[in-house]
């Protein structure tokens, strides 16, 4: 995982603290406290695995005496009924971690899976699927290497990474060459500078403001192919808007190098894995 490790525990002490509150009363009332348990993650549909190494992460956190075997890594094809990875230790700490470790488990394995469906579906033409800052709030990082790792591409991660004039920057500046000429000399040098467009006018400014890459914002795909073809290699394209809702294939035909898509962190649906024990003695 391509995340630093500082950073995936704060994520995972923050979920458990929220999640266990004062303590696991449940468990603690019902559980001896040397009973051991074993157990399977077991996937209850097919898709992307993502999220191994936070799962296991959630575990040691509690009891770094849990033995935590993966069965699959991240990227890897799961189907319906394989067993994921197996676990072993104190039932208690298993427990406490469980819902934690799920969580993390599910979440990025959907946003995985549904990216690796997108990218399917523009096989074949020159479009790349991104996401968007439409995260779950404290879980961008996750998210948005679950993304990678369903072979999408990642927009920038926060406001720092990169300049986005979109339409409320463009009203507040005045127009759009406005904005990007005070961006071009407030800016660092080394920061590309993206408009959003939504009509061919403001596609026409955005190329005489030279701008790096031009948003198709909610444009319909005969406008997207007309846009495409006017800008013709001289900025970057990239189709925004609803995008999880369209037919991502007619969209790249239109010629469009990018399309960023909010749904695939937003909206996604988490991968049904469960957690099934077999208690040992």
Same mark, same amino acid.
């Given at each position: ?16 603290r ?11 009332t019902t559980?001896p406290q ?7 993650? $077991? @996937?209850? =549909?097919? %898709? *992307?695995?993502?999220g191994? &190494?936070?799962c296991?992460?959630v ?8 033995e935590f ?10 189907v319906?009924g394989?067993i ?5 230790g104190?039932?208690r700490s298993?427990?406490?971690?469980e819902?934690?470790a ?12 549904q990216?690796?469906?997108?990218v ?5 033409t020159?479009?790349k699927i991104a996401?968007t800052r ?17 072979g999408?591409?990642n ?10 004039i979109k339409d409320?920057? $463009? @009203?507040? =500046?005045? %127009? *759009?060459i406005n904005?990007? &000429?005070?961006a071009?000399?407030?800016a ?15 596609v ?9 890459i ?56 988490s991968?049904?894995?469960?957690l ?6």
């Amino acid at each position: 995982m391509n995340i630093s490790k500082i950073n995936i525990d704060e994520i995972i002490i923050e979920a458990l603290r929220e999640d266990i509150g004062t303590g696991d009363i449940t468990t603690n009332t019902t559980v001896p406290q040397d009973k051991i348990a074993a157990g399977h993650f $077991i @996937a209850k =549909a097919d %898709g *992307i695995v993502c999220g191994m &190494e936070a799962c296991e992460r959630v575990f040691k956190i509690i009891d770094d005496g849990i033995e935590f075997t993966a069965n699959k890594k991240d990227g890897d094809i799961v189907v319906k009924g394989e067993i994921i990875a197996a676990i072993r230790g104190n039932a208690r700490s298993v427990l406490i971690a469980e819902r934690t470790a799920l969580n993390l488990l599910q979440r990025m394995s959907g946003v995985a899976t549904q990216t690796a469906d997108a990218v399917a579906k523009v096989a074949g033409t020159k479009a790349k699927i991104a996401d968007t800052r439409k995260t779950t709030p404290g879980l961008r990082v996750l998210e948005k290497y679950a993304v990678k790792v369903g072979g999408g591409t990642n927009h920038r991660f926060n406001l720092a990474d990169g300049i986005l004039i979109k339409d409320n920057h $463009i @009203a507040a =500046a005045g %127009g *759009i060459i406005n904005a990007v &000429e005070s961006a071009r000399a407030n800016a660092p040098h080394t920061l590309k500078i993206e408009v959003e467009c939504e009509t061919m006018k403001e596609v026409g400014d955005a190329i005489a403001a030279r701008a790096d890459i031009i948003m198709l914002d909610n444009m319909s795909n005969e406008d997207m192919k007309k846009a495409v073809g006017y800008i013709n290699g001289r900025a970057v394209t990239e189709a925004s808007g609803n995008m999880g809702d369209k037919d991502l294939r007619e969209v790249a035909e239109t010629g469009i190098d990018i399309i960023s898509i909010g749904a695939l962190t937003h909206s996604v649906r988490s991968l049904d894995i469960s957690l099934k024990f077999v208690i040992e003695a």
